[in-house]
Each structure stands twice: as structure tokens, then as C-alpha cells.
């Protein structure tokens, strides 16, 4: 049977007409989240009030056709060997369970079997032995009439053209044994009181179920709202699935509106090795007890603290949709029932002043007609009609809608054992020499060494290109590691305007810095996996040292990597990563959008179904892509490698010129005689 099948989506057509989202909300000009009528509404913007709209079926492409097939691959990494099975209507006979759903695991336990696997990495992509496979319909049997079970068969794979091509990653020893949740949840608890954080285990009764989360917030943060929070359906699972930078995300959004101290410092607290988790879930279930909508046990200090959540009111947003319609949500606020007692580390209160270029509460931003704050606005502006405030959907530029600028920074780095806490405040009259000028004429100045947090890499054994956000998983700007601040306002002394964007925003007036080598796998192991599953691996170098001392150029040198089908025409890429270890970690962290693009488009065209023998190891080619960037600085380099070739490309004006074509980097590097 053909692995090819008309769209059930459109029934082949490459279009479908459906019903507007207007109809939701019914034939009203406000409407509430939820609401749903079946009415057109006679203003709408998209379909007139007809109440239907057609559009190009987003599931085949508009093609009409979809792919019924899909692939499996499992790859060893240490020897490099690859092993495939594409499953088509007919082909193989599915493994379903009771629930007609066809698992990865047992498909993949032959395949690793075949390639000598023995344990899975979870790092590369998002791949698990409990994926789904296929899902099959409850009126598949596998004694049906052949006609009918391959045109079910082929349906259900269709349903998966999405994500036809599935990858799993492993090595020849078994992948080590997860944390026992007692003591992850213990290091998590001593890392809260590292970086003086609250470590939060919440429960909340959501749409029926009893869902758990575990966090970092600051004190004094007011309790999330209920769309902001997602979670497992029990403690251990929740522990299980949460990591240092997953529970660290969202802190920016939790704390903007935390009070802000200074961090003084306090002994360190102790912390047990194993927290009982049926203990502390037992405490937190019985402040659900009655309609508590939550509760939560917060550690601080070196204990826990506990407390149901109690209903404080109601917010409503108001948002428009494409239609016209304005929908309005309503959500529940929650607060503590008593708080805990305020953690011994904080120090004295951050002055702050409120922001001048918003309006807290509201969507008015200063308008683009006062280019400055004192700045008058236009009387005839279209945007603010003379108010100098104009409606924006975006957050205010100046203080990300904390409606406060803080006087003062806590700068917390860490490397997830040792930490340091700093107070950054600007002193009056500091030392600021101008350092180079923008196109504009606009000065740069540098600020003395406590403002350089590029001085904490030595003391933590790293690179300052190994500096990140700690709870954004991002480099720190240039800026921030050398110093560096563009005065744009020269009434203003320059460390104060760098504190002021800096901190503006910050959760508490808090910055967070991770000093730690980014947790990748090697560039070899990248390229043996690109070779073994016949990719093309394509790796971007550019040498800015031509640019060293000038505040306005990037420094040092950047980076990146990417998968590629193997014939692929390859494109100019801007190198934007520091360090080769961080381009590998992002490009590992979306392992699965790089294999989806190397899948063809056109359903006619099957997906790949890659084999490899073992082979030898690749050499790592940083020091010779480092010696032709070095050669050409200042410019792009491009090398692309596949199972037979190595291509170099030079990048001008936006277009990839070639260089050289040879077997191995190195051949290609002497070739050019560098």
C-alpha cells in the first residue's frame, strides 16, 4: 500500500473552510474566556459575520497529500553505529496495548539491541522510551479485512506527519540511575539557601485534579495566578521532573513584584540529606483540607514553613482578539494564610523610585513623540493626541511593568557550589572614562572593576564567555562583563544609568549568574551523530579579534552549530554563541527541530532511513575551524561536513563563497596553505 494518503484534514483539497473563532463568543462584542455559542458575530474582521472562513489546511501544507510513514532511529554514540526501521502501512505489525497506542519502547529496545545500546541520554532531544508512537483507533483489530486494517494503519500514521522522523540517543552503558526524589529535592532545598531563595512545594486544585509543583521564588512574592502554574499529579513526580533551571524559570515574571534587599551574610543553614517526601506531602494535604483552592511549604532558613492559600478577589484582564471581539478573563487571586517570618539574610531595604515612562496598572508607555523624559510631547502626535502617553501592547521598555527603578542590585554568581553576594549602588562623582563612541556620536564609558563582572570567571575557574543568567539560561552582554555603558543621557552620571537598566525588572532587584561551563555534550559527539545518521553538520566560526578594545564591537570570538540534510544547498549563518561548548548545547537542545528540517517537505518523498556501521571517532576540528577564522578575522567561516566531505565557505556581504572541497577539515585547511 502506498505510504502516501489523502489529507483527512481537508479531505485532499489543500484548503478547508471551518468555523470562525468568532462564533465562540457568540454575536457579542465582549465575551468571556470559555464562553462558547455557535453564533457568528456580525462585526468581525475575519469573516464579515458569515461565520465560516477558509484557509489553507495547515496539516498538509495545502498539498492535499500526507506522509503515512515513520521512522525510528537509534544511534550509539560511542561507536557511531546507526539502526533504523520505517513503519508503513503493512510493513510491521503494530505493538499496541490495551488503549490501541503503539509505544517506543519495545521498537527501540530491538534497535539499541542491534547497535549495542545500552542506555539512552535524555540531553539529546526530548525523546523517552514511553513516547507515543502511533495511535490507533479503538476499531483497529489486527484480523480486520486487509483493505480495511492498512487504511486505518495508514490514517493513524498520517496523524503523526508532525514529527515523522524520531531519533533516540544512547551509548554503550547504562544510562546512570535518576536521583532518588528525597535527596533531589534536599539539594534543591540547600540550594535555595546558597542563593537565598525560597524553595516552594505547592499543591493547587486545577480543573478537577490535584496538581504539584516545585519552585524557586523570592519572599515576598505575591502566589502566581492560576494559568502561570502547571505541574504532576503527585509530589514525587513533581521532584522527579524538576531541574535547577526549571524551577528557576519564571522567576523574572514571579518577583517583579517582590520587595527588594540587600543580602547580608548569615551562616549557613543545615540541611538535611533526605527529605521524607510522604511527611511533607501529608502537612501540605492537610492544609487542603475543606475548599482550600492550595497550599504550599515554603523552605527558609533551613526549614519548612507551611500554609494553605486562601482566595483574595478577582482579576480581570481585558485583551482583543483578531475578531474585534474584546475577551474578557477572570481569574481568582490566591494569598497566604500566614506568611513566614522574613528571612534572616535580608539586609536593608532598595530605595526605588517609580518609573516615568509608564503608568503602572495600564497599558500607556511613553510615547515615541517625547524622545526623553523631560522632552515635551507633540500636540498634533496621532498616537497621543499631545498626553504624551499612547497604549502599547509591549512591556514598558524602562522597567519591564514593575512600575519601579530600584537605586540599588544584588548580584548573586555562582557556579551551584560556592556563590557570592555583591551590592552593586553607584557612588556619587565615580570614575567613568569614555572608552569609544557609538555611530551617533553617543560617548561609552567604562566603569571601574566592581562593575566588570568578567572578573568573576577567574575566581570560579572559568571562561568570562561561561557567564550566564542563571534563571534565563542566556550569555550576560558584553556590556555587563566588561563594564561598558552608552550614555544617552548626559545629565546622568553613567554607573547609575547602567544600574537603572540593569535592574529595572529584576525580580527584587536581584541579578543571578551562573559561572559554569555550559552542560553539553562534546562537538565530536555531535558530528558522530550527524555521521551516523548521514546529516550534513555545519559549523560557523567568526574571529573578532581585528575588533579587540572597542567597546562597540562584539569581542573574543562566536559560534554556531547546526544540522543539515546531507545534499542541502547550506546558507550563511550569524555566529552568535560565545563558546563552542554553548552553540553545541543549544543545537543538542533542539536536536529534534534540526532533524524535522532535514526531512523533505514533499509527502512523495520518503523519510530517510539511515544505517551505520561502527567507525572511528571524528577528530575535533575547533583548532583548525580557530586557525581559518584567525586567517579571515572579522569574517564568517562556514565548514560543512558529511560522511565523505568537508566544504569551507567564506561569508561576504550576506553570500557563502567557496573555499575549499577535500575529504577531512584538514586536507581542506592545507589546501588553502593556512
Not at 511527611?279 to 511549604?297: C, E, S, T
Not at 526605588?352 to 526623553?372: I, M
Not at 556619587?428 to 569614555?434: D, L, N, S, T, Y
Not at 555550559?518 to 581585528?546: F, I, K
Amino acid at each position: 500500500m502506498t505510504a502516501v494518503v489523502d489529507c483527512d484534514e481537508c479531505s485532499g483539497m489543500g484548503f478547508l473552510v471551518r468555523r470562525c473563532c468568532c462564533t465562540d463568543g457568540g454575536d457579542r462584542l465582549v465575551v468571556d474566556v470559555g464562553a462558547y455559542r455557535d453564533e457568528a458575530y456580525a462585526g468581525c474582521r475575519v469573516c464579515g459575520g458569515d461565520g465560516s472562513v477558509a484557509e489553507v489546511c495547515y496539516r498538509c501544507g495545502q498539498s492535499g497529500r500526507r506522509r503515512a510513514q515513520l521512522v525510528v532511529t537509534v544511534v550509539n554514540l560511542d561507536s557511531g553505529a546507526a539502526a533504523s526501521r520505517r513503519l508503513v502501512p503493512g510493513r510491521v505489525v503494530p505493538q499496541v496495548d490495551a488503549e490501541r497506542v503503539w509505544r517506543a519502547r519495545e521498537l527501540v529496545g530491538e534497535l539499541a539491541e542491534t547497535v549495542g545500546v545500552r542506555g539512552l541520554r535524555p540531553r539529546w532531544g526530548r525523546r523517552r522510551l514511553d513516547d507515543i508512537l502511533v495511535w490507533y483507533p479503538t476499531s483497529w483489530q489486527p484480523d480486520l479485512p486487509q483493505r480495511r486494517r492498512l487504511a486505518l494503519e495508514a490514517a493513524a500514521l498520517a496523524r503523526q506527519d508532525f514529527d515523522p522522523w524520531r531519533v533516540y540517543v544512547g551509548r554503550s552503558t547504562e544510562t546512570p540511575s535518576p536521583a532518588v526524589p528525597g535527596h533531589e529535592l534536599a539539594r534543591l532545598c540547600g540550594l535555595a539557601d546558597l542563593l537565598h531563595l525560597d524553595l516552594v512545594v505547592e499543591a493547587r486544585h486545577r480543573h478537577g485534579w490535584l496538581l504539584w509543583q516545585v519552585r524557586y521564588d523570592l519572599p515576598g512574592s505575591p502566589v502566581p495566578r492560576e494559568r502561570h502554574v502547571a505541574g504532576a499529579v503527585d509530589l514525587a513526580s513533581a521532584v522527579a521532573g524538576t531541574t535547577v533551571a526549571s524551577a528557576l524559570r519564571g522567576l523574572d515574571e514571579r518577583g517583579r513584584h517582590a520587595p527588594a534587599y540587600t543580602v547580608r551574610p548569615v551562616p549557613t543553614a543545615d540541611v538535611p540529606r533526605v527529605v521524607d517526601l510522604d511527611r511533607l506531602a501529608r502537612k501540605v494535604l492537610a492544609d487542603l483540607a475543606g475548599d482550600a483552592p492550595g497550599a504550599q511549604a515554603i523552605w527558609r532558613d533551613g526549614r519548612w514553613w507551611h500554609t494553605p492559600l486562601h482566595p483574595a478577589g478577582r482579576v480581570e484582564e481585558l485583551y482583543e482578539r483578531e475578531t474585534g471581539q474584546i475577551v474578557q478573563r477572570v481569574e481568582q487571586k490566591l494569598r497566604r494564610a500566614t506568611e513566614p517570618p522574613d528571612p534572616v539574610w535580608w539586609g536593608e531595604p532598595i530605595a526605588q523610585r517609580p518609573c516615568p515612562d509608564c503608568r503602572p496598572g495600564t497599558r500607556l508607555r511613553r510615547c515615541d513623540c517625547r524622545r526623553t523624559a523631560a522632552s515635551r510631547s507633540d500636540p498634533h502626535c496621532p498616537d497621543c493626541a499631545g498626553a504624551g502617553f499612547a497604549p502599547s501592547a509591549l512591556r514598558c521598555s524602562t522597567c519591564r511593568d514593575s512600575g519601579r527603578i530600584p537605586a540599588a542590585l544584588t548580584v548573586t554568581v555562582t557556579d551551584l557550589r560556592r556563590v557570592s553576594h555583591e551590592t552593586w549602588r553607584p557612588m556619587p562623582g565615580e570614575a567613568a572614562p569614555v572608552v569609544g563612541h557609538q555611530p551617533n556620536g553617543t560617548t561609552v564609558h567604562q566603569l571601574p572593576t566592581r562593575w566588570r563582572l568578567a572578573r568573576h570567571a577567574t575566581t570560579f575557574g572559568v571562561r568570562p564567555a561561561d557567564l550566564s543568567r542563571l534563571d534565563e539560561d542566556w550569555p550576560l552582554d558584553q556590556d555587563l562583563l566588561d563594564g561598558t555603558v552608552t550614555a544617552f543621557d548626559p545629565d546622568v552620571e553613567p554607573a547609575r544609568q547602567h544600574l537603572e537598566r540593569l535592574a529595572a525588572g529584576l525580580p527584587g532587584a536581584r541579578l543571578f549568574v551562573l559561572a559554569a561551563v555550559p552542560d553539553a555534550p562534546s562537538l565530536t559527539d555531535l558530528l558522530r551523530l550527524a555521521h551516523a545518521v548521514d546529516l550534513t553538520a555545519v559549523l560557523t566560526y567568526c574571529d573578532h579579534r581585528l575588533d579587540v578594545g572597542d567597546p562597540t564591537k562584539i569581542q573574543g570570538e562566536r559560534w554556531h552549530v547546526g544540522l543539515a540534510a546531507r545534499d542541502a544547498e547550506i546558507g550563511p549563518e550569524l555566529p552568535l554563541y560565545a563558546s563552542v561548548e554553548l552553540a553545541v548545547a543549544r543545537c543538542v537542545e533542539h536536536l529534534d527541530n534540526h532533524l524535522l528540517a532535514t526531512v523533505p517537505r514533499d509527502p512523495e518523498q520518503p523519510v530517510p532511513v539511515p544505517q551505520a556501521a561502527p567507525s572511528p571517532p571524528p577528530p575535533d576540528p575547533t583548532v583548525l575551524i580557530r586557525r581559518l577564522g584567525n586567517h579571515y578575522a572579522g569574517q564568517p567561516v562556514t565548514a560543512s561536513f558529511n560522511r565523505g566531505t568537508c566544504h569551507l565557505w567564506l561569508a561576504e556581504e550576506g553570500v557563502l563563497r567557496p573555499l575549499a572541497r577535500a575529504a577531512t577539515l584538514r586536507d581542506a585547511v592545507e589546501a588553502l596553505r593556512l
